[in-house]
Structure formats: structure tokens, C-alpha cells
Nanobody, 122 residues
Framework: QLQACGGGSVQTGGSLRLTCADSEDAPTSYNMGWCRQAPGKEREFVAGISWSGVRTGYGDSVKGRFTISRNGAENTVYLQMDSLKPEDTAVYYC?????????????????WGKGTQVTVSS
């Protein structure tokens, strides 16, 4: 079971760090990532990281501002969000799948965590 936390409210240009932990000792071989959904919009891919931590990928709208990392031993993934913009406002969801591309394409993902709200004010 994935548990995400770290959301909150910040002003434009601020930073937040999201954390997603697997509380049920799932195999550490799962790829993990983040998607987000803003009100009235489709869910979109934000960032993903392979089970080894070697491969990472980002959505175009967050490249250069967000950084994904993981602690493999604890099966925990982090999303460092810098230079936040109002358009980053959304509910952020943690995801895990044996296929990293499934996370990147939001395609039949194995596990979802409950969302955490991020609000960026101008």
C-alpha cells in the first residue's frame, strides 16, 4: 500500500518535497513515479524512476524543476519540486508498476497511492 505525503500550499517560486512510502514491504523491484490531476483536467505523468534508481523520466512541464529519487532499501520515492508555478496546483498521486513505461503513459498501473494536494498561489 502506497502512502504519499508532503503536499501543502506555497507561493510561486517555492518548493515542496513529496514522499511516497510502501507500507506493506512490496518487492523493491517495482518502478515508481508520480502523476497529478488538476481540477477539470486529465491526469498527467509527472516523473518516474526505475526500481534501480538508474533511469528517470519527467513530464515536459516539470523538466528542470522537479527531481525524483528513491531509497531502494526502504522502497520510498521522493519528488523534490522547485520553482513551483500556479499551474503545478493539483492532486499528486504516487504510482508503482513493474513496467516504468506504464507509469509514464498512465496505462493500467499496478498500484496507486492516495493523493496529496499541492497548491501554488501567485
Amino acid at each position: 500500500q502506497l502512502q504519499a505525503c508532503g503536499g501543502g500550499s506555497v507561493q510561486t517560486g517555492g518548493s515542496l518535497r513529496l514522499t511516497c512510502a510502501d507500507s506493506e514491504d512490496a518487492p523493491t523491484s517495482y518502478n515508481m513515479g508520480w502523476c497529478r490531476q488538476a481540477p477539470g483536467k486529465e491526469r498527467e505523468f509527472v516523473a518516474g524512476i526505475s526500481w534501480s534508481g538508474v533511469r528517470t523520466g519527467y513530464g515536459d512541464s516539470v523538466k528542470g524543476r522537479f527531481t525524483i529519487s528513491r531509497n531502494g532499501a526502504e522502497n520510498t520515492v521522493y519528488l523534490q519540486m522547485d520553482s513551483l508555478k500556479p499551474e503545478d496546483t493539483a492532486v499528486y498521486y504516487c504510482a508503482a508498476d513493474t513496467d516504468l513505461s506504464a507509469i509514464a503513459t498512465d496505462n493500467d498501473i499496478d498500484y496507486w497511492g492516495k493523493g496529496t494536494q499541492v497548491t501554488v498561489s501567485s
